[in-house]
C-alpha cells in the first residue's frame, strides 16, 4: 500500500516498550483534542480525545496528556505492539465547530 | 458496513477533466466534513455542512471545487478543469451536531492521481 507521510518524524521502538508521541497545537481557545491514527491507505481513525478542562485521560493502552500552559499534547501507548505502526495525528477543536490537524509522527514498531 | 463510505477510492485522470467524488456518512450523523490530505502531510480541512446547509469553506477551496449535501444525506465533490496540484487524497467525515460529541468519523478516502 502507499506510504502516508514519507518525510514525517518517526519515532522507532521495539514491541514491548512504551511510546510516546508529542504534539504541539496552536490555538489557545481550543477546547477539545483527539488522537487519530492512520495506517497505509486507509482514513484516520479515532484513538482518544480529551478536553480542555482535563489534563489526563486513560483509555485502553493509551493516555493522553494535555498541557494547557505550554499548549502540548501527548500520546502514550503501553506495551507497544506491531499493530501500533501507523501515522499518528493529533487534532484541535474550537467550538466543535471543525478540526484542526497538526503534522503527525510515525511510530515504527519492530517486533 | 454502517461506516462513513466513499467512492471512488481511486481515480486517475488528465489535467483539464472534472472529477466527482461521493460520500456516504453514517446515517445518524448531521454533520458532514471534506479534508484533502498530500504526502507528508495532515488532513487540511476544506468545507463542511450541517445537514444540507454548508456552512464553512476554507480558502482552500478554490473556484474549481463545488461541494453540495443535496437532502442532507450523501455528499458530492466535483474539482472541475483539474491541475496536479489537485492530486491528493480527498477524505470525507461525519459526525453528530452534538457539542459534545466532536469525534469526526473518516472515511477511507478518495485518492485522485492528474496526470
Known amino acids: 500500500g502507499e506510504s502516508v507521510g514519507l518525510h514525517l518524524p518517526t519515532l522507532s521502538v521495539q514491541e514491548g516498550d512504551n511510546s510516546i508521541i508529542n504534539c504541539a497545537y496552536s490555538?489557545?481557545?481550543?477546547?477539545?483534542f483527539i488522537w487519530y491514527k492512520q495506517e497505509s491507505g486507509k482514513g484516520p481513525q479515532f484513538i482518544i480525545d480529551i478536553r480542555s478542562n482535563m489534563d489526563k485521560r486513560q483509555g485502553q493502552r493509551v493516555t493522553v496528556l494535555l498541557n494547557k500552559t505550554v499548549k502540548h499534547l501527548s500520546l502514550q501507548i503501553a506495551a507497544t505492539q506491531p499493530g501500533d505502526s501507523a501515522v499518528y495525528f493529533c487534532?484541535?477543536?474550537?467550538?466543535?465547530?471543525?478540526?484542526?490537524f497538526g503534522t503527525g509522527t510515525r511510530l515504527l514498531v519492530s517486533p | 458496513d454502517t461506516g462513513v463510505s466513499q467512492d471512488p477510492r481511486h481515480k486517475i485522470t488528465k489535467r483539464g477533466q472534472n472529477v466527482t467524488f461521493r460520500c456516504d456518512p453514517i446515517s445518524e450523523h448531521n454533520r458532514l466534513y471534506w479534508y484533502r490530505q498530500t504526502l507528508g502531510q495532515g488532513p487540511e480541512f476544506l468545507t463542511y455542512f450541517q445537514n444540507e446547509a454548508q456552512l464553512e469553506k476554507s480558502r482552500l477551496l478554490s473556484d474549481r471545487f463545488s461541494a453540495e449535501r443535496p437532502k442532507g444525506s450523501f455528499s458530492t465533490l466535483e474539482i472541475q478543469r483539474t491541475e496536479q496540484g489537485d492530486s491528493a487524497m480527498y477524505l470525507c467525515a461525519s459526525s453528530l451536531a452534538d457539542p459534545g460529541a466532536g469525534e469526526l468519523f473518516f472515511g477511507e478516502g478518495s485518492r485522485l492521481t492528474v496526470l
Open positions: 490555538n489557545s481557545a481550543s477546547d477539545y
Open positions: 487534532a484541535e477543536n474550537i467550538g466543535f465547530q471543525k478540526l484542526v
